[in-house]
């Protein structure tokens, strides 16, 4: 065996390699979406009812 030490890597993924900003890996992409779908659903009667009554709790 060599006891020569491999150089270390000097790059920090895509932005070294593309030289300019990094690129999202294609899973955070498609996390961004579902994330973005679950935002723009309307919110549930039932749900804003609820946050109503903790908004106004009833007076005694």
Same mark, same amino acid.
């Given at each position: 065996?060599?006891?020569?030490?491999?150089?270390?890597?000097?790059? !920090? *993924?895509? $932005?070294a390699?593309?030289?300019?900003?990094?690129?999202? =890996?294609?899973?955070? !992409? *498609?996390? $961004?979406?579902?994330?973005?779908?679950?935002?723009?659903? =309307?919110?549930?009667?039932?749900?804003?009812?609820?946050?109503?009554?903790?908004?106004?709790?009833?007076?005694?």
């Amino acid at each position: 065996m060599s006891n020569e030490k491999k150089p270390m890597k000097t790059t !920090t *993924g895509a $932005r070294a390699r593309t030289g300019g900003k990094a690129r999202s =890996p294609e899973w955070a !992409t *498609g996390l $961004r979406r579902l994330y973005d779908s679950v935002v723009e659903e =309307p919110l549930p009667d039932s749900f804003a009812q609820l946050l109503d009554q903790l908004d106004n709790p009833p007076h005694d």
